[in-house]
């Protein structure tokens, strides 16, 4: 048991940051990031035996947080609102053309779908292929396709001040939730 | 576009993971899992218990049902009034005592034939009675019941005394 409380707690300590970066990405806000990792971590500390025999256990990490930030984990949360300047960006100093971005980027992401969000963190934060992010998400080729494709759409909708990030509009129309 | 829409990510999660302590994670992931591993355990005995529960109410209890009715051979003989109406349900049957008493009648069971049963007749099993439906078993089947037909009579139709045989075919189903 103690060999297994410091293997586990020396993966914690040292990949814990990244996969809060991700955490982050995927629930939009920091205390529902902070819940979801949890919940990540959780499950891999019921198996840990397992997953450090293999060697798969950021896999494995990485692999929870995506399933249940788009199969309804969110669900059993109450529902936040993203609206207004995040608490990490309140402060007298921020005010700069950096924040204003940064909180843009940030609401235009939490208006997106979980699975949207998904996809773009798999294919542009952690540079996955598309056909790596359909295994991950387990969907086809097309739909990583055409999420990423809708996704980068509305981003240009809903904060236009960076969509020359976000590449060249498409003929698509995307669908803009109010 | 893919290196752009990076360093945005990169820049909006450049602050996030800085107040989060790794001591706390581990020790409330440890503490949840071993939660659930013990509430999984509980649902698992539950379920068990309520599946076993409902098993045993659903399946019958089979006794073994005696249904006959001694009938005396000479039934228009008035003078044979011993004879029990019937035989209820025993439980247990035990074997005859060596000791003399009244006895009403010998009685052979055997079970109905069927698939499970091909052979009725390596199944039967024989019986005293008294006059008030008790039965005894007569450990030793036919031989036994030999050595009891004195008392009887072979068919105990024509014997005079107190106890007529009911020779009779039962089903113990």
């Known amino acids: ?178 | 576009m893919s290196a752009n829409v990076r360093n945005l990510f990169d820049d909006l999660v450049v602050h996030v993971p800085a107040h989060l302590s790794a001591g706390d994670l581990v020790e409330r992931a440890q503490a949840d899992a071993r939660r659930r591993r013990l509430r999984r355990r509980l649902v698992v005995a539950a379920a068990a218990a309520v599946a076993g529960l409902l098993f045993a109410l659903m399946v019958p209890v089979r006794r073994p049902r005696v249904r006959c009715r001694a009938r005396p051979v000479a039934r228009r003989d008035r003078r044979w009034t011993g004879i029990p109406r019937g035989l209820n349900i025993q439980w247990p049957v035990r074997e005859l005592p060596d000791r003399p008493g009244p006895l009403a009648g010998l009685l052979e069971t055997t079970r109905e034939y069927s698939d499970e049963n091909p052979s009725p007749d390596s199944m039967a099993r024989w019986h005293v009675f008294s006059a008030t439906g008790r039965r005894w078993h007569l450990p030793h089947g036919p031989d036994h019941a030999t050595s009891t037909r004195p008392v009887a009579g072979r068919d105990a139709s024509g014997i005079p005394g107190r106890v007529p045989t009911a020779r009779t075919s039962c089903t113990i189903s």
């Open chain 1, 1 to 178: 048991m103690g060999q297994v409380h410091e293997g586990f707690h020396e993966f914690v300590a040292t990949r814990s940051a990244v996969l809060a970066r991700t955490a982050y990405l995927l629930a939009g806000d920091r205390q529902l990031a902070e819940d979801l990792l949890q919940e990540a971590l959780t499950r891999v500390a019921g198996r840990w035996d397992k997953l450090a025999a293999t060697g798969d256990v950021e896999p494995y990490v990485r692999r929870v947080l995506y399933t249940c930030a788009v199969d309804g984990w969110r669900r059993r949360r109450p529902t936040e609102v993203l609206d207004g300047v995040p608490r990490e960006l309140d402060g007298p100093g921020d005010v700069s053309e950096v924040v204003a971005r940064r909180v843009v980027l940030r609401d235009a992401l939490a208006r997106l779908t979980p699975r949207q969000r998904a996809v773009l963190v798999l294919r542009f934060y952690e540079d996955r292929t598309e056909v790596e992010t359909a295994q991950f998400l387990g969907c086809s080729v097309n739909t990583v396709k055409s999420q990423t494709r809708h996704a980068l759409g509305r981003l240009r909708v809903l904060a236009p001040e960076l969509a020359d990030a976000f590449g060249p509009a498409e003929s698509v129309v995307a669908e803009v939730r109010p």
